[in-house]
């Protein structure tokens, strides 16, 4: 039998907006000549790490046209729920603070990821990981944009890069004469919800596979941040390749793949699964974070070539910053992906009043028992404004406050008179009060709430996500609240929500240092009472 060759992912090329970067090159820019009979392409480092550096930027501030409508069709649906359209108008409004550049639409700016293209006769000085790699880091130091990235030191001990680098970087020889790139600013909440599972070849049965997937969906909760673009990926030749692929359905990458299968192996998308996990998404009932239809904008399927013992199934998605864009650098120029720069197109005119049923207001200046009092008064899912003195710590400050409390010493008393806020800022703009300042995942510090509720602590706690049995359970043991923030419009929040922003300890932790906060008409929703009820109870969800 004669070879033919098989794509695992066989990407056509589709239509996309670019628009073409006014770059100053060196000497003689990207330039041709004749090797061999064939036209190369001369590719300078600065022509890499420009693109770079600019496609890091525009993610961080800029969302594709497709995701923003997406958005309002959730806003003109007369079957999203309150919450719904509550969550997708605050979306918007953050999308549109985002885009004059200052303040990034979410304050995890994320894990830089680059996947690279290289044509055949491209030919660059050898070191595009490294002009990348220098863009990345230009990005973060010359913008708003967060420092994320920790190094182990030690096996245990761990500090911060102060550059947002190592970025994932991956270049393959593709094509013949453009240098392709997929650049993907990953935050933290979304890549933790990325699961494979190693499956057996029995799970290829209808009703089994649709009830595993509804098990798995649901448990991704709401902590990464809904509406998703949610990506499936069954099959694969390796568990990596496997993941490899929901990364890339999650950002639409793989939307132009075929649309059935064949005898050869390559990957293709089936759109029937895809529009009933999609209606499965919908009648689960979690909805954008606090109840509704709109627990997932999208979704994609992709069915690839496994071994035959092998099923890995591999379930991710990306949040509601929704950040890539597409680049490319040929003869012609270098060329970034045109994202949307007017978001308040897709911004209706909504009196805010219409949008949620009764909202309490909540002094924070009062007392810790006066607060829980009245907070007791309602029933999970209250919606409330809250205006006053918030903490702000999240896991590195927990681990110092809990060896505190191993060698006898008490909590200080801020931990134990305001409420503490899950959260790490992106850095502050000159002549602004905050940063980017939108809340993080709640259920890593589940394991903290028992012992610091037990010393006084943590009774009023703030974050995004659903959160654990044992959370619940301290709750309603010491008298304690878990209050969700919407995940997402950290810009928002910042430009309308946080007046001032102090470190009071903690300082060498950077972003994770313990922060006191005044914030004005902060919304907010009660998910765990002190009576043991947990709004996300109804789905399952485990954290």
């Known amino acids: 039998m004669s070879y033919q060759h098989t794509e695992l992912l066989p990407v056509a090329d589709v239509d996309t907006p670019y628009k073409k970067l006014d770059i100053d090159l060196p000497d003689g820019g990207i330039d041709t000549t004749t090797l061999a009979g064939e036209e190369i392409l001369s590719v300078p480092a600065e022509a890499i790490r420009a693109l770079s550096e600019q496609a890091f930027v525009d993610i961080n501030h800029l969302l594709r046209p497709e995701h923003l409508a997406q958005l309002t069709r959730i806003l003109d649906d007369p079957e999203a729920s309150d919450n719904d359209r509550f969550v997708a108008y605050d979306l918007l409004k953050n999308a549109n603070i985002a885009a004059g550049g200052i303040l990034p639409m979410c304050q995890d700016t994320g894990t830089a990821i680059v996947m690279g293209k290289k044509g055949r006769r491209i030919w660059t000085s050898g070191h595009d990981a490294s002009a990348i790699g220098q863009g990345v880091q230009d990005a973060y130091e010359k913008h708003n944009l967060r420092y994320s990235q920790v190094s182990p030191v030690g096996f245990f001990e761990e500090k911060n890069t102060r550059t947002n680098l ?3 970087i991956e270049i393959y020889a593709d094509g013949d004469d453009a240098y392709k790139f997929l650049f993907i600013a990953k935050g933290g909440g979304s890549a933790n919800k ?19 997937l509804k098990e798995k969906i649901t448990s991704i909760g709401t902590a990464a941040c809904p509406p998703y673009h949610l990506a499936i990926v069954v099959g694969g030749t390796s568990a990596e390749f496997n993941m490899k692929a929901v990364k890339l359905a999650s950002c639409h990458y793989l939307d132009s793949l075929p649309t059935s299968g064949s005898t050869d192996g390559s990957g293709w998308r ?3 699964m895809e529009a009933a996990i999609h209606k499965m998404t919908q009648e689960i009932g979690i909805g954008a974070q606090f109840g509704g239809k709109y627990f997932a904008h999208d979704v994609r399927v992709i069915r690839l070539p496994r071994h035959g013992a092998s099923l890995p199934i591999g379930i991710g998605v990306s949040c509601s910053a929704d950040r890539q864009a597409l680049g490319k650098i040929t003869k012609d120029g270098v060329f970034l992906e045109q994202l949307e720069t007017h978001p308040a197109r897709y911004l209706p005119e909504i009196a805010e009043d219409d949008l949620s049923g009764e909202v309490v207001k909540v002094d924070l200046t009062q007392s810790m028992d006066a607060m829980r009092e009245t907070l007791s008064k309602y029933p999970v899912k209250t919606r409330l404004s809250l205006t006053g003195p918030v903490i702000v710590a999240r896991d590195a400050a927990h681990a110092r406050l809990r060896e505190r409390l191993d060698k006898g010493e008490p909590l200080p008393d801020y931990f134990k008179n305001h409420p503490i806020y899950y959260a790490g800022p992106a850095k502050t703009p000159e002549g602004y009060a905050s940063g980017s300042f939108g809340p993080t995942t709640a259920g890593r510090m589940d394991g903290f709430v028992d012992q610091f509720q037990e010393a006084g602590g943590s009774m009023m706690m703030l974050a995004k996500g659903n959160r654990s049995k044992q959370v619940k359970d301290a709750c ?13 419009p950290a810009a928002r929040l910042a430009q309308d929500c946080i007046k001032k922003v102090e470190c009071i300890e903690f300082e060498d932790l950077g972003m994770e240092a313990i922060w006191r906060i005044e ?7 009660i998910v765990m009472d002190d009576k043991g009820n947990d709004f996300f109870a109804e789905f399952a969800i485990s954290s």
């Not at 699961?195 to 799970?203: D, F, K, R, V």
């Open 166 to 168: 190592p970025a994932q």
């Open 194 to 212: 990325s699961a494979l599972y190693q499956g057996t070849p029995s799970m290829l049965n209808p009703e089994k596979l649709m009830a595993f």
């Open 270 to 272: 089936d759109l029937e």
């Open 476 to 488: 309603k043991k010491h008298g304690g609240f878990y209050l969700g923030s919407i995940g997402g």
């Open 519 to 525: 914030v004005e008409d902060f919304p907010a929703f």
